[in-house]
């Protein structure tokens, strides 16, 4: 077994969102032998299979004794002893996919809904919805019910073709080619070659299409045997000319779009790579007593929100992750050292009665106990922080080889969480990170945080789990911990919404504002007359439009303003033509005043709204010329982002 480091400590603070990059540490000619024997301790403390997996089965063994886990999955075993029905999972897939009018389509309304989507998917993600419906008929003749449609009679109808030749199989090898001519493979050979530890992230293209693409190639080893990986290199993300877009930029009916088209591109990742995505169900629990743990994260969120509207993650947590951050990041061996559990207790039960009300004296409690009810607090959730349904997929991400490949499944997964699930992810992530960053003082190593915090994500007592397992446990517990450093290391990259996902999002929004036209048979023939006539695609806007821009910033400014669009125009550029024109001239003083006389101006951000998006907040390095190629129908907005209108 390769004996390397396994976690790089610290990320670099200067680095870009889209360039994550590891801890450099400096070397002298003349720190020689003092250097070498740090490094030899420091690869003996980083190495799995010594202290840092003794903390992770601690962790395990305070669950199990916690809340009684042996007996509840126990209980849960019985439960579930019976098989569920065949072709229940599918049936679901497709539902969540947007997809599940296949299964009792008959008239031409369900045909353009199901083309409507379908137009957007590469070929392999097609491949991937047929293997669902191919297993939901198998289920059905079974049972001797009548098979649903077949995903290829909806791509071959003329309804499908009239959307556009350049989806489906002809996108998809397009994209395929693109990548496959694309500089990446000579990258890959130059940094093997010169010994660089550094991976080119690439997010035009469909993942499940790089994924086949690496493996016709052989880029990807076929044996099942994997490497013990050393320190985790950076990622690198080519600049995209349309910016970075966030989760939290996008619409709620959007962000439900993505959703549907990553689930699609996720499960054909998973086929194309052999992983077990089958999802666990639930049994139903008795609703805790408790106001604050052991409560639904949507309830818990619901009764926050009276408290304080603005609010997306639960207040509790914020007020443990708040504390933490002011006292207890720098203490030796946070989230490892074990808090009383007295004292624990005693802190549950006045947060409990005192919590809303402000009645908790922070000054008089100890950081480890306060990492411990953050623990708690986590595991005791009613249904894992991952998702009983995609809690097993992120456990197998483990088994893929490439690093890129198990971003690209862990990208998608993090798309796949409900909002209050992802939010309350990220804020704990947010601070795991910070307690690494602090490794030379608290001698918590990335390693070491991501062992102790993986059996609180990955070992829940509704979900079955392989980590009690008898001679596989050392590998699960490895599993689970590479899972969680990966998450801690490259949050960054994991909270965006990949480019391809984006197009398929706007090629949806621009066939459903198109779906009209089909209703009324009689046009049917024209269309498809005329959609021959004008197959190729009309050639970009290259000349240099003038931009009407709305402004609508609250109460404090309502206008218009004209803006030139160039080659080299950027979102950061127009934003900082409004504050000079509204905010800062003499005569339009807009800012708020605050008490000591200074003033303040609104944190504001283009949106883009309507055409082919609901809503987008535009990345401020984003081109704005390609912007309004990419949708010449959609308006651009400045207004204030909501965080800044609820505090103005």
């Not at 922070?362 to 922080?385: G, H, M, Q, T, Y």
């Not at 240099?544 to 109460?555: A, I, L, M, W």
């Not at 339009?588 to 082919?612: F, H, M, Q, W």
Request: proline content about 5%; charged content about 25%; some cysteine.
């Amino acid at each position: 077994m390769n004996r390397e480091p396994w976690a790089s400590s610290t990320q670099d603070p200067t680095a870009s969102e889209h360039t994550l990059h590891p801890r450099e540490e400096s070397s002298s000619p003349s720190a020689t032998e003092q250097q070498q024997q740090q490094q030899q301790h420091q690869e003996q403390q980083e190495l799995p299979d010594k202290l840092c997996l003794d903390s992770f089965w601690s962790e395990v063994e305070t669950i199990r004794q916690g809340s009684g886990y042996e007996a509840e999955l126990e209980e849960r075993a019985r439960r579930d002893s019976r098989q569920s029905e065949e072709g229940e999972q599918e049936e679901q897939w497709l539902a969540d996919a947007g997809l599940s009018n296949l299964l009792v389509s008959e008239g031409a309304a369900e045909d353009v809904e199901n083309a409507v989507l379908l137009s957007t998917l590469t070929r392999t993600q097609a491949e991937a919805v047929q293997r669902r419906l191919d297993s939901y008929t198998l289920s059905l003749r079974k049972r001797n019910k009548p098979p649903p449609r077949d995903v290829r009679d909806i791509f071959n109808s003329p309804i499908t073709q009239t959307f556009g030749s350049q989806h489906g199989e002809g996108r998809a090898q397009d994209n395929m080619a693109s990548v496959a001519k694309s500089p990446l493979s000579v990258v890959r050979t130059e940094q093997q070659q010169s010994g660089l530890k550094e991976e080119i992230f690439i997010t035009d293209v469909a993942y499940c299409d790089q994924a086949a693409i690496f493996l016709k190639q052989a880029k990807l080893p076929q044996s099942n045997s994997r490497k013990e990986e050393g320190t985790l290199p950076r990622v690198v993300c080519p600049q995209c000319r349309l910016g970075v877009t966030r989760v939290q930029d996008l619409s709620p009916g959007d962000l439900k779009k993505v959703r549907q088209l990553a689930l699609i591109d996720m499960t054909a990742l998973s086929d194309l790579l052999e992983l077990e995505v089958k999802r666990q169900k639930m049994s139903k629990r008795k609703m805790a007593e408790s106001a604050l743990f052991g409560v639904p994260l949507a309830t818990l969120l619901e009764n926050d929100q009276r408290v304080k509207p603005s609010t997306t993650t639960p207040l509790l947590l914020q007020a443990l992750l708040s504390f933490l951050e002011k006292k207890g990041v720098e203490s030796e061996g946070i989230l490892r050292v074990p808090g009383s559990q007295s004292r624990i207790k005693l802190l549950q039960q006045t947060l409990e009665t005192t919590f809303y009300s402000g009645g908790v004296d922070w000054d008089e409690v100890s950081p480890n106990d306060a990492a411990a009810l953050l623990k708690k607090f986590i595991r005791e959730l009613p249904s894992p922080l991952l998702t009983a349904e995609h809690l097993n997929t992120f456990s197998a991400v483990r088994d893929i080889t490439e690093l890129k490949q198990k971003l690209h499944m862990l990208n998608l997964l993090i798309l796949l969480l409900p909002e209050p699930n992802r939010n309350t992810l990220k804020a704990l992530l947010e601070f795991l990170s910070k307690v690494v960053s602090r490794e030379r003082r608290n001698r918590m190593t990335l390693w070491a945080v991501a062992t102790i915090m993986a059996p609180n994500l990955f070992l829940h007592k509704a979900v079955p789990s392989r980590l009690t397992d008898g001679g596989a446990e050392k590998g699960h517990a490895e599993k689970a911990a590479d899972i969680m450093r990966l998450l801690i290391r490259y949050q960054d990259l994991l909270w965006t919404i990949p480019n391809f996902l984006m197009s398929q999002v706007r090629k949806l929004n621009e066939n459903s504002n198109r779906r009209y036209q089909f209703y009324d048979r009689r046009i049917k023939n024209l269309l498809r007359k005329i959609h021959t006539d004008t197959r190729d695609k009309p050639e970009k806007n290259t000349s240099e439009p003038c931009r009407t821009v709305k402004v609508q910033v609250g109460d404090l400014v309502s206008s218009t303003m004209e803006v030139q669009v160039t080659v080299t125009s950027r979102a950061s550029d127009l934003l900082a033509q409004f504050h000079r024109q509204f905010l800062r001239s003499p005569d339009k003083s807009k800012g708020k005043l605050r008490r000591n006389g200074s003033t303040v101006y609104p944190d504001c951000a283009i949106y883009e709204v309507g055409g082919n998006i609901g809503e987008h907040c535009v990345d401020p390095n984003t081109h704005l010329l390609d912007l309004y190629n990419s949708n010449p129908a959609g308006e651009w907005v400045i207004k204030m982002r909501p965080n800044a209108s609820r505090g103005l």
